[in-house]
C-alpha cells in the first residue's frame, strides 16, 4: 500500500539474534573498510550467508520446517524425495549408482531418496553431499544416522565441488542461495557508451539518505 512501511509489520528479532546481526554487520562493515570502501556483491552475500558463526547458514538458528523462517518441498512431504528417487532409478541404467546433492539442508532429501532408492532395490547407491555449512553438514548427518542409519556408510561429505561426476546430479532451491556478482548496464552520458559496472555493497556516509 503506497505510504506503508512494511518493516512496521515485521515482530522484532529475540535478542541473541538481534546481536548476531549486529556483530555480522559490523564484521562486514570492518571488511568493506579494510577493501577500500567498496566490495562485490558475492564478497558480501557470503559473508552474510557463511560467514563462521554468524552467517545465516553459518550461525545455528533454526532455518528449515515449520518452527524456522522457510519451508521446502521435501519438509512438506517425503513424496518429492520419493519420486526424484525413482528417476534417480532410470539414470542409473547408464551411470553409477551415485547421487550428488548439492546444499541439502536438513538432509531431508537425502533421507527420502536414499530410502526410496533401498526401496527399490538400489542399496549400493553412494550418496555424496557438497556443503558449504559446516554446522549444516552435521546436522544432516545427524538426521541420516537418527532415520537412515543403515545408509549412513554410504554417504559422503564434500565441501568443495568434485571436478568430475559419474552419478546423478541433485539441488533443490539451491541457486538463490549462491554468492553470485552483479553488474549493471549504465547509459553514457551524452553521446558516450553505455558502460558495464558491477554492483557493490558500500556504507552509507553518516546522515546521508537510503541509496537507489
Ligand atoms: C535454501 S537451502 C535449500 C536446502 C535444501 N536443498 C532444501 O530444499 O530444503 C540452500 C542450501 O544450499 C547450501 N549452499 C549454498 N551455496 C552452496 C554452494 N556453493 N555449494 C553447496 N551448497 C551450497 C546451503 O548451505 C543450504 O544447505
Not at 548476531?20 to 552474510?48: F, H, N, P
Not at 559446516?134 to 544416522?145: P, S
Not at 564434500?158 to 541457486?175: F, H, M, R
Request: aromatic share 8%; hydrophobic share 45%; charged share 20%.
Amino acid at each position: 500500500m503506497p505510504g506503508m512501511r512494511s518493516q512496521a509489520a515485521l515482530p522484532s528479532p529475540p535478542p541473541d539474534a538481534l546481536a548476531a546481526s549486529q556483530a555480522l554487520a559490523s564484521r562486514i562493515a570492518q571488511r568493506i573498510r579494510l577493501r577500500g570502501g567498496w566490495i562485490g556483491l558475492d564478497e558480501y552475500m557470503a559473508m552474510a550467508l557463511y560467514e563462521p558463526q554468524l552467517g545465516y547458514y553459518a550461525g545455528g538458528s533454526r532455518k528449515f520446517g515449520g518452527a524456522g523462517d522457510f519451508v521446502t518441498a521435501p519438509e512438506l512431504c517425503t513424496l518429492f524425495g520419493a519420486c526424484l528417487a525413482r528417476q534417480c532409478a532410470q539414470w542409473f541404467e547408464s551411470c553409477a549408482h551415485r547421487v550428488v546433492e548439492f546444499g541439502a539442508g536438513s538432509g531431508a532429501l537425502a533421507v527420502q531418496v536414499l530410502g526410496e532408492l533401498d526401496r527399490l532395490g538400489f542399496t549400493d547407491t553412494e550418496y555424496l553431499i557438497v556443503e558449504l555449512s559446516g554446522e549444516l553438514a552435521q546436522r544432516q548427518r545427524e538426521r541420516i544416522a537418527r532415520e537412515l542409519p543403515q545408509a549412513l556408510a554410504r554417504v559422503r561429505w564434500l565441501a568443495v565441488w568434485p571436478d568430475a561426476i559419474d552419478g546423478v546430479v541433485l539441488a533443490n532451491e539451491l541457486l538463490d542461495a549462491m554468492p553470485v556478482r552483479a553488474f549493471a548496464r549504465v547509459p553514457g552520458a551524452s553521446g558516450q557508451p553505455a558502460r558495464v559496472m558491477e554492483r557493490g555493497v558500500a556504507l552509507a556516509r553518516a546522515g546521508a539518505g537510503a541509496r537507489r
